[in-house]
C-alpha cells in the first residue's frame, strides 16, 4: 500500500515509528527518523544548509548524513548538498551519538574528510563504505 509522504506527518510500519523532514535540495527529497525497540536513526538524504530540523528532535543513536564538499570546495549560492563540516556541525547540533556520513566525492582522502569531520563532532564518526556495520 504505497502512500505519498508529508512532512511533519509520522507513521508506524511494522511497530517502527517513521518521521520525515522535507530538505532543501533541487528536486522533492525528504529526510527520515525511524524510532524502534528504543532506539533512533535518522537518515538525512541528500540536503542543503537550509533544512530545518527542529521536528526531527535531538538524541539519535545514529545519525546517518550526507557530506558532500570539503571546506575548501564548497560553492557559492544555494545548494542542495551539505559540505563535511556542516554535516559534523549538524551531527553535534543533534546530539548523535554516532555519525556516518556518506555521499562523500571518491576524489577526495578519506584522512581529510575525517580530520574535517572531527574538528566539528566529538562522537563516534564513521565515514561510509561498502560493508560498514555499526551496531546501534
Same mark, same amino acid.
Given at each position: 500500500?504505497?502512500?505519498?509522504?508529508?512532512?511533519?506527518?509520522?507513521?508506524?510500519?511494522?511497530?517502527?515509528?517513521?518521521?520525515?523532514?522535507?530538505?532543501?535540495?533541487?528536486?522533492?527529497?525528504?529526510?527520515?527518523?525511524?524510532?524502534?525497540?528504543?532506539?533512533?536513526?535518522?537518515?538525512?538524504?541528500?540536503?542543503?544548509?537550509?533544512?530545518?530540523?527542529?521536528?526531527?528532535?535531538?538524541?539519535?543513536?545514529?545519525?546517518?548524513?550526507?557530506?558532500?564538499?570539503?571546506? +575548501?570546495?564548497?560553492? #557559492?549560492?544555494?545548494? %542542495?548538498? !551539505?559540505?563535511? &563540516? $556542516?554535516?559534523?556541525?549538524?551531527?553535534?547540533?543533534?546530539?548523535?551519538?554516532?555519525?556516518?556520513?556518506?555521499?562523500?566525492?571518491?576524489?577526495?582522502?578519506?584522512?581529510?574528510?575525517? +580530520?574535517?569531520?572531527? #574538528?566539528?563532532?566529538? %562522537?563516534? !564518526?564513521?565515514? &561510509? $563504505?561498502?560493508?560498514?556495520?555499526?551496531?546501534?
Amino acid at each position: 500500500d504505497l502512500k505519498d509522504i508529508q512532512s511533519e506527518e509520522a507513521r508506524v510500519i511494522s511497530g517502527a515509528q517513521f518521521q520525515y523532514v522535507k530538505t532543501q535540495h533541487g528536486i522533492e527529497c525528504y529526510a527520515m527518523k525511524i524510532s524502534d525497540l528504543g532506539k533512533t536513526i535518522c537518515y538525512t538524504a541528500d540536503t542543503g544548509p537550509g533544512t530545518d530540523w527542529s521536528d526531527l528532535g535531538t538524541d539519535m543513536d545514529l545519525l546517518v548524513i550526507e557530506g558532500t564538499y570539503l571546506n +575548501k570546495d564548497v560553492p #557559492s549560492g544555494p545548494r %542542495g548538498h !551539505l559540505s563535511i &563540516a $556542516e554535516a559534523a556541525q549538524l551531527a553535534t547540533n543533534l546530539k548523535a551519538k554516532r555519525c556516518i556520513i556518506t555521499h562523500l566525492y571518491p576524489m577526495y582522502d578519506k584522512e581529510e574528510i575525517y +580530520k574535517e569531520a572531527k #574538528s566539528s563532532y566529538g %562522537g563516534d !564518526l564513521y565515514l &561510509a $563504505e561498502v560493508g560498514l556495520e555499526v551496531e546501534v
